[in-house]
């Protein structure tokens, strides 16, 4: 089992930034692929971006590519979203994701189905 905790989240305004946090805490942090979806009022969970269990393979959905930014630190089993330029749309519930992928990046890590760990999210609001 995996725990997660979101943190950071809040009301930022158009253009702004925004930085959320993962813990985890259970298995070997560094066993597992992590990844941010998110998820408007009325609308479909959407993929943000995932990272691989070293950092060295990252992934970002097209709506998000070029402002957001991914990271990790094992030794803190915390994974990071660094958000900028941000836009109304970019209002959602953020969740934090895990994957068990010992050594091996993960197939489909753009797919919700992929990860097996989930947190509760945490809101992101932005403001015009």
């Known amino acids: 089992q995996v725990q997660l905790v979101e943190s950071g989240g809040g009301l930022v305004q158009v253009g702004g930034s925004l930085s959320v946090s993962c813990a985890a805490s259970?298995?070997?942090?560094?066993?597992?692929?992590m990844a941010w979806f998110r998820q408007a009022p009325g609308k479909e969970r959407e993929f943000v971006s995932a990272?691989?269990?070293?950092?060295?393979?990252?992934y970002y959905g097209d709506s998000v590519k070029g402002r957001f930014t991914i990271s990790r630190d094992n030794a803190k089993s915390t994974v990071y979203l660094q958000m900028n330029s941000l836009k109304p749309e970019d209002t959602a519930v953020y969740y934090c994701?895990?994957?068990?992928?010992?050594?091996?990046?993960?197939?489909?890590?753009?797919?919700?189905?992929?990860?097996?760990?989930w947190g509760q999210g945490t809101q992101v609001t932005v403001s015009s």
């Open positions: 994701a895990a994957a068990f992928s010992p050594g091996m990046p993960l197939s489909a890590p753009k797919s919700s189905g992929s990860y097996d760990y």
């Open positions: 990272i691989s269990w070293s950092g060295g393979s990252t």
């Open positions: 259970g298995r070997p942090f560094s066993s597992h692929a």
